[in-house]
T-cell receptor, first 111, second 112 residues
Framework: GEDVEQSLFLSVREGDSSVINCTYT??????LYWYKQEPGAGLQLLTY???NMDMKQDQRLTVLLNKKDKHLSLRIADTQTGDSAIYFC???????????WGAGTKLIIKP | EAGVTQSPTHLIKTRGQQATLRCSPI?????VYWYQQALGLGLQFLLW???????NRGNFPPRFSGRQFPNYSSELNVNALELEDSALYLC???????????FGQGTRLTVV
């Protein structure tokens, strides 16, 4: 069946760039999402990218999609302590909101 | 504008009991989704309701059920609770076919 995989942890120094990676298996994916979950809070949609795009930039966030390798990444520039959270990658297809989710990557910021 | 609200925030039940979780979507949203987030696991899709009808269901046993009311709020019921049902249950809402869903803060269910 379809699967989405992420590393469980990423540790970066404050001010550095963070790159969170995700791989997926469903070649029919239409949308790929990045969600952020802070402690005690619900999930927050950070950004999403259509499968016919290869890059999307939004302020400090850059999403890169390699459709051939089914690889998605989220780059956070100038990482701050407020970026500490769990980041979930998810993929979905047009008309079906049954997203397939990764297990989440916990981003740890070192001073 | 109020976001997605879920109640209760925390719920403690004993094995074999029933749990009822509630969700109020963002005003104007007709679709409600339920997810289970167990410790160390990703989100698992449970149910999707739209316009009062169940549109899709994840790979969960029948003791997980729910409904959507005319005002688009929703309930998730879990019968015959098992210890493995302990998890964070997240509700999300969206404008029907819209791709963006907004999540509530979740209900943390603990089964003892």
């Amino acid at each position: 069946g379809e699967d989405v995989e992420q590393s469980l942890f990423l540790s970066v120094r404050e001010g550095d760039s963070s790159v969170i990676n995700c791989t997926y298996t469903d070649s029919s994916s239409t949308y790929l999402y990045w969600y952020k979950q802070e402690p005690g809070a619900g999930l927050q949609l950070l950004t999403y990218i259509f499968s016919n795009m290869d890059m999307k930039q939004d302020q400090r966030l850059t999403v890169l999609l390699n459709k051939k390798d089914k690889h998605l990444s989220l780059r956070i520039a100038d990482t701050q302590t407020g970026d500490s959270a769990i980041y979930f990658c998810a993929e979905g297809t047009e008309g079906n909101y049954q997203l397939i989710w990764g297990a989440g990557t916990k981003l740890i910021i070192k001073p | 504008e109020a976001g997605v609200t879920q109640s209760p925030t925390h719920l403690i039940k004993t094995r074999g009991q029933q749990a009822t979780l509630r969700c109020s979507p963002i005003s104007g949203h007709t679709s409600v989704y339920w997810y289970q987030q167990a410790l160390g696991l990703g989100l698992q899709f449970l149910l999707w309701y739209d316009e009062g009808e169940e549109r899709n269901r994840g790979n969960f046993p029948p003791r997980f059920s729910g409904r959507q009311f005319p005002n688009y709020s929703s309930e998730l019921n879990v019968n015959a609770l098992e210890l493995e049902d302990s998890a964070l249950y997240l509700c999300a809402s969206s404008l029907g076919g819209n791709t963006e869903a907004f999540f509530g803060q979740g209900t943390r269910l603990t089964v003892v």
